[in-house]
């Protein structure tokens, strides 16, 4: 919401090589549903302020937040969707998806252009069936979690002491940057943009030096392959160990 409200005041979007994406219907990812017409409504209500807040009439991309296979499968969010891509509301329709099971039914579905989903130096995990099917459907992928939460900062040693085998995968990778001359995010970011499937990385930060420091990364450029060679040897398999949803909390 805020986030919305801060671009739409900045002017940005008036840029054509700017494209926006929102996402909708976050109580999906809670476990919270209701029948079609309600669903609808509520869809249709974030939807409207969403554009409200950006300033603009159409949302360029738009992603449900987390829905499940079961709910996908179901055809009533694809089918309350489409209804808004009709009425103009929206030009693109994609998902935001945790795990593999849900980003393969997005795919198999055949009703969305865009999957938002999580690779990392840490976690690798959709590389190998998400990312080639979705390029074999012309499905676009915008990548998250390329830090993995700060993981793969100096700050994964304040993480849980559960959460050691993703502290020591990452002083592994820092000092793999150590020997290409460049820090672990930067090294991050460039792992995220070597990979050819993925169309877009994400990057949050309220620091203008970070974001000034992810800048720099990638105009970088992808990494070496022997370097990407090494990485892919750090991936962890773990989902309690590399999906922050699943990480115990600090007390």
């Not at 060679?229 to 160990?241: E, F, V």
């Amino acid at each position: 919401g805020e986030a919305e409200a801060r671009l739409g005041k900045s002017g940005i979007l008036k840029n054509p090589s700017v494209i926006t994406e929102t996402k909708c219907a976050q109580f999906l990812e809670k476990g919270e549903y209701f029948y079609p017409s309600e669903l609808e409504e509520k869809i249709r209500a974030q939807v409207e302020e969403s554009c409200a807040k950006l300033g603009i009439v159409t949302l360029p991309i738009l992603m449900l937040h987390g829905p499940s296979r079961e709910q996908i499968e179901e055809g009533v969010l694809i089918t309350i969707l489409n209804t808004l891509k009709k009425e103009g509301l929206v030009e693109h329709l994609g998902v935001s998806t945790r795990g593999e099971d849900p980003a393969l039914a997005v795919i198999e579905s055949g009703a969305f252009e865009v999957i938002q989903v999580a690779y990392s130096i840490l976690d690798q995990r959709m590389a190998t069936r998400v990312l080639p099917l979705a390029k074999e459907k012309n499905i676009a992928i915008v990548n998250r979690s390329v830090l993995l939460k700060g993981s793969l900062t100096p700050l994964r040693e304040q993480l849980h002491e559960v959460l050691e085998p993703l502290k020591q995968a990452s002083r592994q990778a820092e000092v793999i940057a150590k020997t290409i001359g460049t820090d672990l995010p930067s090294l991050a970011i460039r792992f995220a943009i070597s990979n050819p499937l993925i169309a877009c990385s994400l990057i949050g930060t309220n620091k203008i030096e970070n974001l000034e420091r992810s800048a720099q990364a990638a105009e970088a450029g992808p990494l070496p392959a022997d370097t990407i060679k090494q990485l892919k040897h750090l991936a962890l398999t773990d989902p309690d160990q590399v999906d922050p949803a699943r990480w115990p909390k600090l007390s």
